[in-house]
């Protein structure tokens, strides 16, 4: 996705699906309470989720965006950890 080619209306579709993604990742084993990477990780992710920083209709786009990049970024990287743990095939 890219920020000259996406309408505001993609970027929160898609902003929206990552929370979903991010949120059922997180109630998941992460193995957070026996490794201190995960942990801050679990942190980072429900301060991302916390509504009061999500982009709201007056955001500019390029925030929204910026918002969905980060979001993404540490989806990702909670993923890694979670496949770590559960193996491939647990995705």
């Known amino acids: 996705m890219r920020l000259p080619t996406s309408t505001r209306a993609d970027i929160d579709a898609r902003t929206k699906d990552l929370i979903t993604h991010l949120s059922e990742l997180?109630?998941?084993d992460l193995g957070a309470d026996?490794?201190?990477?995960?942990?801050?990780?679990?942190?980072?992710?429900?301060a991302r989720l916390?509504?009061?920083?999500?982009?709201?209709?007056?955001?500019?786009?390029?925030?929204a965006f910026a918002y969905l990049k980060e979001t993404a970024d540490l989806t990702l990287?909670?993923?890694?950890?979670?496949t770590a743990k559960h193996g491939p095939e647990a995705q």
């Not at 916390?50 to 925030?63: S, V």
């Not at 990287?77 to 979670?82: G, I």
């Open 34 to 46: 026996q490794d201190p990477d995960a942990m801050a990780l679990v942190r980072a992710s429900y």
């Open 26 to 28: 997180l109630r998941t």
């Open 50 to 63: 916390d509504l009061t920083k999500r982009p709201g209709p007056q955001t500019p786009a390029y925030a």
């Open 77 to 82: 990287k909670v993923l890694q950890v979670y």
